[in-house]
């Protein structure tokens, strides 16, 4: 652990922030960029956070986003941990391994393809496009996600808490209420907080299936961007990076806290 | 407790009049083709501190699992007094079970988790605080009702866990290896302490355990048991000094077993040839043995006396040579070869500072016991 960092290590690190990050810090630089020209710095002002609070197509947008990331990330974390569940505790039943490979297919599906489907079947069912066939779709991508996120914190569970529980008195439900899930709350958490940034950003699937009345705020910004790169854009990017990053870092500091004291239970015991 | 001359001897086994608490009838159980339990018949009686011993896998943990409710029998029947417990889930049944890791749930303070039970059962509401300080006295716990299981030790663990248990006063109570993660102290004050609380309480106890010590200690009676069968079920007193087979005779403690022809049986003796040139072996006759039969002579080191002289009042002298000795604090072991090659274990309690010691390796020693001191096995 203890090795020297050689100029080699320091060139693949630089290299490789800079290439992944470099973009969007030149967008954050440009997003305090008091010049209506995106290309020309002319000093430091928050100008264009002000004028964004005023602009009603970004405000409306934003609300729809946020309207359908926490409606289907709500409901994607209920349907994703049932299917964890039951993959993890069912046991062994009849095609199990190609319903446990169905359910993690769409994580490898491309998003036109999913968004194609969702549109035919849509158009079929006579839905009419708008916010609610959003909702569906998002659902039905990051739902795959959660399952992930919480199956495999249910396979390091304990079986006997859960029998525990039963021989104490409580019904299968009663001991899924009141053990299980307190237990493996922190994974559940950061599955939601998982699908929630995912259908916040999500562009090509929701362009499939939105309707006139129903623009999210990427499909916005897309649009935007196509009339010419405004310094709003850059703002509202800004912020949408923030609630992003906030949203990752806290499910994998929910997560990593958790297993970290786990372990740390786990060597205690061993200890004993 | 009972005063001597008055004292009666738990014995219900004994007692045709007494109805037992737990029947199985013919139970079997399979996983697939295995056979887990195999045609188990058995009665546990009323305040009975039962131990189910055997190797891993024997099936006493499924034995174990049946009556908690978790496993179902194959075929066959379980009775827990007198009604058929098939039908019954796990959370309708009077009884607990004490979990090999315990299962405390980690989220719930000691409190909560004595609590739990309680809770969902139809003890009114109001009086769930005493029920539990009365479990936290009964393990001594009162101090860390707050904590949660991760403060406290692997013995305050296990005690919570005995508690969470017993709060709801099961029937029976199903101990599934309780001790197995304490050190060798810790676990044989709380052999002590779990004969002490089954006592107070008056529960029925059932134990599933692979260490033998353990359940000498703690049982009125002990199952045997070997691939899913019962292989003897007696009190532990008799399970080592009258094993029915070799199998329990070698899995209970420690034991010289010695092969050979069975030449005569005069007057409920029996006289065994066991290796050429050397004088036959005097037994008591055993269940089922006769003349020419095939015979396993098993004979516990502690009965076997060594000397430096022949002694000359003992129904049984082999001649050896001191091979090895294992001192052991207390006592130590001879192992001692006899003419052939064939090893004879002697156990002698160290009355003396060894320093005194007048045996020692490659001494020519003389071996002698009994003829009851041993039990002459059939096969």
């Known amino acids: 652990m203890n090795r020297r960092f050689s100029w080699f290590n320091a060139t693949a690190l630089t290299l490789g922030f800079a290439f992944l990050y470099l973009p969007m810090l030149i967008l954050v630089i440009y997003s305090f960029n008091a010049s209506k020209l995106v290309t020309v710095w002319a000093g430091f002002s928050t100008r264009w956070y002000g004028e964004l609070i005023h602009n009603e197509a970004f405000l409306s947008a934003a609300w729809v986003t946020l309207k359908v990331a926490v409606v289907s990330s709500t409901v994607a974390t209920v349907l994703g941990t049932m299917a964890a569940y039951v993959m993890v505790r ?78 104490l008195g409580c019904t299968p439900f009663d001991a899924f209420k009141s053990v299980t899930l307190p237990i493996i709350a922190p994974a559940v958490i950061s599955g939601w907080l998982l699908a929630f940034t995912l259908s916040l950003d999500d562009l090509v699937i929701s362009q499939f299936v939105a309707g006139p009345s129903s623009t999210t705020l990427p499909m916005k910004i897309f649009s935007a961007v196509r009339l010419g790169v405004s310094p709003e854009i850059n703002a509202l990017s800004t912020i949408l990076i923030s609630i992003v990053t906030i949203g990752v870092i806290s499910a994998s500091l929910i997560s990593k806290r958790s297993i970290a004291r786990q372990r740390a239970d786990e060597q205690k015991a061993l200890q004993q | 407790m009972a005063q001597p001359g008055t004292r009666l001897v738990f014995a219900p086994w004994n007692d045709p009049e007494q109805k037992p608490l737990i029947q199985f009838k013919n139970v079997t159980k399979k996983f697939g083709d295995f056979v887990a339990i195999d045609n188990i018949t058995l009665d546990i009686y009323r305040r009975e501190f039962f131990a189910l011993l055997g190797p891993s896998g024997c099936g006493k943990t499924t034995l ?43 989220h719930l303070s000691v409190w909560d988790n004595i609590a739990f039970g309680l809770r969902r059962s139809d003890m009114p509401k109001d009086q769930i605080p005493a029920r539990v300080e009365d479990m936290l006295r009964l393990v001594r716990l009162e101090k860390f009702a707050k904590r949660k299981p991760h403060q406290i030790s692997g013995g305050q663990r296990q005690r919570v866990a005995l508690a969470r248990s017993l709060a709801k006063a099961p029937k029976l109570l199903l101990l599934d290896e309780p001790l197995g993660a304490l050190d060798k102290k810790l676990r044989q004050d709380t052999q002590f302490e779990l004969m002490d609380i089954q006592e107070k309480t008056g529960t029925t106890f059932v134990i599933v355990t692979h260490d033998q010590e353990e359940a000498m200690t703690v049982a009125s009676r002990v199952a045997v048991m070997d691939h899913g069968k019962m292989v003897q079920i007696d009190t532990p007193d008799r399970i080592y000094e009258t094993p029915n087979s070799v199998y329990v005779a070698d899995f209970i403690g420690d034991v010289n077993i010695i092969e050979g022809n069975v030449i005569d049986t005069v007057d409920g003796k029996v006289s065994i040839e066991w290796a050429e040139g050397q004088p036959r072996l005097l037994g008591t006759v055993g269940e089922g043995v006769a003349k020419g039969s095939r015979v396993h002579y098993a004979i516990r080191p502690e009965k076997v006396a060594i000397a430096t002289q022949p002694p000359a009042d003992r129904a049984n002298v082999i001649e050896g040579v001191v091979h090895d000795i294992a001192y052991l604090g207390n006592i130590s072991t001879y192992k001692v070869e006899l003419p052939g090659g064939r090893m004879m274990k002697a156990q002698v309690a160290n009355d003396r500072r060894i320093a005194r010691r007048d045996i020692t390796w490659d001494d020519k020693v003389w071996l002698s016991f009994t003829d009851t001191a041993g039990v002459v096995l059939l096969g």
């Open chain 1, 90 to 167: 069912a046991g062994r039943f009849w095609g199990r391994t190609l319903f446990s490979g169905m359910i993690y297919a769409p994580l490898v599906m491309p998003e036109v393809i999913t968004g194609l489907a969702m549109l035919l079947l849509f158009i079929s069912l006579g839905l009419d496009r708008g916010v609610f066939t959003i909702i569906l779709a998002h659902i039905t991508f990051t739902m795959c996600f959660v399952s992930v996120v919480v199956s495999s914190r249910l396979a390091t569970f304990d079986k006997s808490l859960e029998e525990a529980a039963l021989d």
């Open chain 2, 64 to 106: 174990m699992r049946m009556l908690a409710g978790f496993e179902a029998p194959t075929s066959g029947t379980i009775l827990l007094d007198g009604v058929d417990i098939a039908p019954v889930p796990p959370n309708k049944r009077p009884v607990n079970m004490m979990f090999q890791s315990y299962a405390l749930f980690p």
